[in-house]
T-cell receptor
Framework: EAGVAQSPRYKIIEKRQSVAFWCNPISGHATLYWYQQILGQGPKLLIQFQNNGVVDDSQLPKDRFSAERLKGVDSTLKIQPAKLEDSAVYLC????????????FGPGTRLTVT | KQEVTQIPAALSVPEGENLVLNCSFT??????LQWFRQDPGKGLTSLLLIQSSQREQTSGRLNASLDKSSGRSTLYIAASQPGDSATYLC???????????FGEGTQLTVNP
């Protein structure tokens, strides 16, 4: 079974630029999560999708971050404009149906904002 | 607001040693607690999940315990190996279906 795929793996941008990350979850998984992991900290949930609907986006900085999951499969996370404090690893995870099921994580995208 | 703390932040041990990683949480009303492993440049892998009604879970050389009343969990690794070197994270789920709150992790190095 293929795992969660993410791209790009690394990205370096200047502050005020925009950036987008892509995630392809495990086939058949209804729930998709985006986490932000700042160096030395644990992951923080940004947004949770159930199929193509948003379940929880309470910790998403909506003034600069946006996410979508078209057709309930792939998802993109966008930051516009980026700030220095957005430097982090962005992890995508998926599960069969919500937190009650095991989450499978992708390798992450390491973002550096200069 | 739930806060999860892990001590120590980093740990270096010789191969073969038994070790304990600690996790504490401020609100004892949790649904479950999970331990994850994170290797550099990779995502997280779930190791053990303890339901709130359970006291411990075991998988191979790993044993996780949970004491809800004191807000503590420990991950015991027996006969450590260099391949155990990674960052270990604990996370609590406060109610069924709620988001996970993670600790900051313990970076473990097992020296040959």
């Amino acid at each position: 079974e293929a795992g969660v795929a993410q791209s790009p793996r690394y990205k370096i941008i200047e502050k005020r630029q925009s950036v987008a990350f892509w995630c392809n979850p495990i086939s058949g998984h209804a729930t998709l999560y985006w986490y932000q992991q700042i160096l030395g900290q644990g992951p923080k949930l940004l947004i949770q999708f159930q199929n193509n609907g948003v379940v929880d986006d309470s910790q998403l900085p909506k003034d600069r971050f946006s996410a979508e999951r078209l057709k309930g499969v792939d998802s993109t996370l966008k930051i516009q404009p980026a700030k220095l404090e957005d430097s982090a690893v962005y992890l995508c995870a998926s599960s069969l149906l919500g937190f009650a099921y095991e989450q499978y994580f992708g390798p992450g995208t390491r973002l550096t904002v200069t | 607001k739930q806060e999860v703390t892990q001590i120590p932040a980093a740990l270096s041990v010789p191969e073969g040693e038994n070790l304990v990683l600690n996790c504490s949480f401020t609100d004892s009303a949790i649904y479950n607690l999970q331990w994850f492993r994170q290797d550099p440049g990779k995502g997280l892998t779930s190791l053990l999940l303890i339901q709130s009604s359970q006291r411990e879970q075991t998988s191979g050389r790993l044993n996780a315990s949970l004491d809800k009343s004191s807000g503590r969990s420990t991950l015991y690794i027996a006969a450590s190996q260099p391949g155990d070197s990674a960052t270990y994270l604990c996370a609590v789920e406060e109610t069924s279906g709620s988001r996970l709150t993670f600790g900051e992790g313990t970076q473990l190095t097992v020296n040959p």
